[in-house]
């Protein structure tokens, strides 16, 4: 289980007075009815320990229910958890406007999918594919662009050099243009860990 933080010790007093509040009602309506009093006791001790429990285990039921957001820690990493398609995706906001990646540790760039760029402001017809790079799918053209800003959790960078795919791209991909930003990359079973 992990550490309270102040959220968390407020969110505990606030559940704790719930429980007063109606432990307190409870007993002072059912004055003479012992047993009845101590059943409805015992059902929403229950209640209170589930949602305790819910609580505490929110950052795992929140990672398998949205396995590509990001669990940022105060200590200064970002984790991420395995998709059933065994890569690890991040969503970002580039340029103001939130786009998912592929977090790609071999590939030496951050490459946008034409439909990526387009989202975010850049003229398709406008760019100059000047470079070329060997894929998958083959030797596909690549424009370079300047991304004004790249925002993951409390994490903020400006002026980042990046290039737009030309061929068929479906995700766009974070690369060790971005990756190496973080001064440690780690993968433990099925979480990937960034430490700025």
């Known amino acids: 289980m992990r550490d309270l933080n102040s959220d968390d010790h407020a969110v505990l007093v606030y559940l704790i007075l719930i429980l007063l509040v109606v432990g307190g009602s409870m007993v002072i309506s ?77 590939a030496s760039d951050i490459v946008l999918s034409e439909q990526d760029a387009e989202y975010l402001g850049y003229q398709i017809g406008d760019l100059i594919y000047s470079g070329r790079a060997s894929t998958a799918n083959g030797v596909v053209p690549m424009a370079r662009i300047t991304l004004d800003s790249m925002i993951l959790g409390r994490f903020a960078d400006r002026n980042i050099r990046a290039t737009v795919n030309g061929g068929e791209l479906d995700t766009s991909l974070l690369g060790m243009r971005y990756l190496e930003r973080f001064r440690k990359i780690e993968i433990a079973g099925s979480r990937l860990t960034l430490t700025r």
């Open 30 to 106: 059912s004055r003479g009815q012992l047993n009845k009093t101590l059943q409805q006791a015992a059902i929403w001790g229950l209640i209170f320990v589930g949602a305790i429990g819910a609580y505490s285990l929110r950052d795992r039921i929140e990672s398998s229910l949205y396995p590509e957001r990001a669990l940022i820690s105060e200590r200064g990493t970002v984790s991420f958890n395995r998709a059933r398609d065994g890569h690890f995706y991040a969503e970002l906001e580039v340029n103001g406007k939130k786009i998912e990646f592929v977090i790609d540790t071999g």
